[in-house]
């Protein structure tokens, strides 16, 4: 068994129980696992096989991304004054040309991106699948860039010839999509704890799927004891589109399908109404907030205070890199954090309650218990921030604040499952220029329509 102390840590939130936050602590990691911690006044319980010293650091738990669609880092910047609708109609055409290797290259960049913002879990919700692609192109990712991954089986079986949203020629049929993703669930999803791969059920949204597709897609996850995911209540279109096709609102939609519980999340919710919110926390619904998606495509903005008033689970999610532009997990706390303010209240939401969203909220979403805070016996993924560079200059008197009010900061330390994964600021596990060389070539060559 190997050992790993952090020693000297400037700042250590845990996020735990207590909500404690030592200065000059310690924390000792063994295999996998958090093993124990301490202030600077309580003395490590033995020699480690190596020690790193982290005394102008902050450290909290690894963040946890919970909404991402990776394989659109190919096509960003597209559609920049459209709204949702609209910028879907502008990107599935070249998502219709996707085949494996854009897909793979594109999980591997989104996740390197994600991983130098101090995420360590991360969901992505893919549900373009044209070609050759297959979910085990992003699992394959994963597995190299060693990450925590919860692979999301998305699905588009309702085209425009039918009342939806995307082109015919990019839907499945439904029989398919059910029998892939069971093959999937039965091939990959690890139960277990401390799992590094799970599988979840997750067609895309009420206006690209169908009423029996829903309902098949929850009996098939809740049969295997699987968490499910899609898109609800975005955009005022979106719930034009579920009251006049369903004669409901979105939230009566999701529990008439059967899509409320505490194993199920949802993305984006910006237009849930009273009604909807309270639903939600009665029934231990998720929800992923995306600020910079809901502010990039004039969505709106998601009533944050009003969900975690209501005890509704919250975590955080950059959502599709062409739809943020972006792949910053803490650059996303602190959007969070600004957007929540927006409305005219200053305490509306605080630094650390943006944390809290994104470690032990995404940790929930997710029906985690086991990843979103330093604790013993918690998964060892655990980063550090440097506190001593430009952007912290006259913030460290709080650290954990400055890491959400300052600008945000690129990790220097990452341990995933017990790995060191960024070190002094480097991943460690890609050649990071080669990488994005491969991605921009493959990405014009999409776009131009070359492949």
Not at 25 to 39: C, F, K, M, T, V
Not at 79 to 97: I, K, S, V
Request: net charge negative; proline share 4%; with cysteine.
């Amino acid at each position: 068994m190997s050992t790993l102390l952090l020693q000297n840590i400037r700042c250590l939130a845990t996020f735990d129980d207590d909500g404690r936050e030592l200065e000059g602590g310690w924390l000792l990691i063994r295999d996998r696992i958090i093993e124990s911690l301490g202030a600077a006044d309580d003395a490590p319980p033995e020699k480690a096989d190596r020690v790193i010293d982290l005394s102008n650091h902050v450290a909290l738990p690894g963040l946890v991304n919970t909404h991402h669609h990776m394989f659109q880092s190919l096509t960003r910047v597209m559609g920049q004054q459209e709204d949702l609708f609209g910028w879907l109609r502008a990107c599935y055409p070249c998502w219709a040309r996707m085949r494996s290797e854009h897909v793979y290259a594109a999980a591997r960049l989104a996740m390197a991106e994600l991983l130098l913002s101090g995420c360590t879990t991360a969901s992505d919700h893919h549900y373009v699948f044209p070609n050759d692609v297959r979910l085990e192109d992003e699992i394959r990712a994963a597995q190299d860039m060693g990450i925590r991954f919860h692979a999301a089986r998305g699905s588009m079986s309702l085209g425009e010839g039918h009342g939806g949203l995307p082109p015919d020629h990019l839907v499945e049929r439904e029989p398919d999509i059910l029998r892939d993703t069971q093959r999937l669930i039965e091939t990959w999803h690890d139960p277990s704890p401390h799992s590094m791969l799970q599988i979840v059920v997750a067609p895309c949204s009420p206006f690209s799927v169908t009423v029996d597709l829903m309902r098949e897609s929850a009996a098939l996850a809740r049969a295997y004891g699987l968490q499910m995911h899609t898109h609800l209540a975005e955009t005022d279109a979106d719930v034009a589109y579920s009251v006049e096709r369903f004669g409901m609102r979105p939230g009566d939609y999701a529990e008439d399908m059967g899509w409320i519980g505490d194993d199920v999340w949802h993305a984006h919710c910006v237009k849930l109404n009273t009604d909807e919110i309270a639903l939600f926390g009665r029934t231990g619904t998720g929800v992923c907030h995306c600020p910079s998606s809901n502010m990039r495509l004039a969505s709106g903005i998601a009533p944050i205070r009003k969900l975690l008033d209501k005890r509704v689970k919250v975590g955080l999610g950059v959502d599709g890199s062409a739809s943020n532009d972006s792949g910053h997990l803490l650059g996303e706390a602190r959007q969070a954090l600004l957007l929540a303010r927006a409305s005219g209240d200053p305490a509306a939401l605080s630094a650390r309650e943006a944390l809290q969203v994104a470690t032990r909220g995404g940790a929930a979403v997710l029906g985690r218990d086991d990843i979103g805070q330093i604790a013993p016996g918690m998964s060892a993924d655990v980063v550090a921030f440097r506190l001593d560079g430009a952007g912290m200059a006259g913030a460290t008197h709080d650290p954990v604040a400055a890491l959400v009010f300052c600008q945000p900061s690129a990790v220097d330390l990452s341990i995933i499952n017990g790995d060191i994964v960024v070190e002094d600021g480097k991943l460690l596990t890609v050649d990071l220029p080669l990488l994005i060389e491969q991605h921009n070539r493959i990405s014009l060559q999409l776009i131009r329509g070359e492949t």
